[in-house]
């Protein structure tokens, strides 16, 4: 695949400019660099969902016109998005059938082909399970096998580890390398540079939009790829000295929540979940995605309503606040889901900075919106964050997804809040980012934040978290210390395994899979 001359510029901003990049078949080719370089524009050109201004695309030395994702499945071209696309109360078959009825059909010849992938490939992966039902890796399997279902031979992987605990990066690899064995071609885009350098057979480095060099893993260092990422040594999300207080500023007390499944089963979510966060400190919670992280944080900012539990801020009691007067009390939230729950995405950027923080200054004059100072106030977090935009009154769904980050960091970080719950707060963000959003953390902490950490980085984890315990099945199950676990030692917690380094509770009291 050879990519010459890529331009591609909407208003305001360039995002491509003159791009030249060749992938080899039958290699895995990776795509690097900074938050808002252009590496998503230059996929979704490849795969059909935008137009390039300039430049031409060659497959397999013949030149190809793309005018929608369906010529580049025709071209045995797949992509497998950051965000999964699949429906959760569908089965495996029907998510992989649906909009390709007609290569197999529904049925028995479907479920065949969609085990014969599954086998060739490694991805152990049972046609009529409930998605629902799977785990966040077996989810991403899924995702490849349905491209390989509609004869992908290139796949384009987008930030495919974010999600996944060191073990199922190891099997995604795994999987990844058996592609490569049969001929596949993939392009696989990451932030995280250690594991570019473990899988990648050729790196191309994209810097404002233009390409910039490429590099061989071979021969190359993380610190040396961060450098021609973005001109800065390979940040340490390490936190040296302690700042933790003996002032509480969080507790939550035998926390229980139940939820109906669509199967109108009740399933406990959460079961006597008891913990502490102090001025000043940042409580890691580590967990395989699905063991009630997301359920906790909902809870603790009045989202979802628990059977049972007390939760108490500041030392005033908010189990029954609404959701805004505990924000408003000094709650802040940097969201799992930046799309579903941290922006309006087809609002303007100074509309976004103010969400959430509409009542508060300098946003507002009493009840009145103050749109001068909200709007200063959105370019200062624009300028100090650097989030790469042409200006404040874009959408924030014209940001990249690591500038969106920016943005909603920025925002809840400038209401000085007393607690900031952090869920995944570096997801999708590059490593300029990534070390910046890590510097506010850590100041802010001396400043005496108290931080509620939830990342699914175990080096991000292990790195900032002064405490740091261990989620499974809706229940705190260990505690572990971060000066001595290892990334490896906490992934086995989270799946359930003992290890060394781990201070393991009894959770013989648990009912049976009463929680994923």
Not at 301 to 321: E, K, N, Q, Y
Request: charged share 25%.
């Amino acid at each position: 695949m050879e990519l010459r001359g890529i331009t591609k510029r909407f208003p305001g901003v360039v995002a491509n400019h003159d791009i030249a990049i060749t992938v080899r078949r039958g290699t895995v080719h990776a795509l690097v660099g900074e938050n808002g370089a252009g590496k998503s524009t230059l996929m979704k050109i490849l795969y059909g969902m935008q137009k390039p201004d300039e430049g031409t695309i060659a497959v397999d030395g013949e030149q190809v016109t793309f005018h929608n994702p369906g010529d580049a499945i025709r071209r045995g071209i797949g992509m497998v998005h950051q965000h999964f696309m699949l429906a959760d109360n569908l089965t495996v078959l029907e998510n992989v059938v649906l909009g390709s009825e007609k290569l197999y059909g529904i049925g028995d010849r479907a479920r065949a082909k969609i085990r014969e992938i599954s086998d060739a490939y490694g991805l152990n992966i049972r046609p009529d399970v409930l998605v629902e039902d799977l785990g966040v890796a077996d989810r991403q399997r899924v995702e490849i096998l349905k491209v390989l279902y509609r004869g992908a031979r290139t796949l384009i992987l987008d930030e495919p580890t974010a999600v996944l605990v060191p073990q199922e990066v190891e099997a995604l690899f795994d999987n990844l390398r058996e592609l490569k064995a049969e001929g596949l071609t993939v392009i696989f885009i990451s932030h995280k540079l250690g594991e570019v350098l473990s899988v990648a057979d050729e790196i191309t480095v994209i810097r404002r939009g233009t390409t910039v060099g490429t590099a061989d893993p071979a021969s190359t260092t993380p610190k040396q790829l961060a450098e021609l990422m973005v001109g800065t040594e390979l940040p340490s999300p390490e936190t040296r000295e302690s700042t933790v207080t003996d002032v509480p500023m969080l507790r939550v007390e035998d926390l229980s929540l139940s939820a109906t499944d669509p199967d109108g089963v009740v399933r406990a979510v959460l079961a006597g979940i008891t913990l502490t966060i102090h001025k000043g400190e940042v409580l890691g919670i580590a967990g395989v995605e699905g063991n009630g992280q997301s359920e906790l944080v909902d809870a603790i900012m009045g989202m979802r309503r628990p059977d049972s539990g007390v939760i108490t801020l500041d030392g005033a009691d908010i189990s029954h606040v609404p959701t805004r007067k505990r924000r408003e009390s000094g709650m802040g939230v940097i969201p799992e889901d930046r799309h579903r729950h941290g922006l309006l995405l087809e609002a303007p950027l100074w509309e976004n900075r103010i969400l959430g923080h509409v009542t508060e200054r300098p946003n507002s004059k009493g009840a009145i919106l103050d749109l001068k100072a909200a709007r200063a106030d959105t370019e200062r977090i624009v300028r100090e964050y650097d989030v790469r935009t042409p200006g404040i009154d874009v959408t924030a769904a014209s940001l990249s997804g690591g500038n969106q980050q920016k943005l909603i960091v920025g925002r809840e970080m400038s209401h000085d809040p007393k607690l900031l719950i952090a869920a995944h707060p570096t997801r999708g963000v590059d490593v300029g980012a990534q070390a910046q959003i890590w510097d506010q953390i850590r100041e802010a902490r001396r400043e005496g934040l108290a931080v509620l950490l939830i990342s699914a980085d175990l080096d991000e984890l292990i790195g900032l978290s002064d405490t740091l315990r261990v989620m499974y099945r809706g229940r705190l199950v260990a505690d572990a210390d971060p000066a001595t676990i290892t990334p490896e030692e906490l992934g086995s917690a989270m799946t359930g395994a003992a290890t060394g380094h781990l201070e393991h509770h009894d959770d013989s009291s648990a009912p049976e899979d009463e929680a994923r």
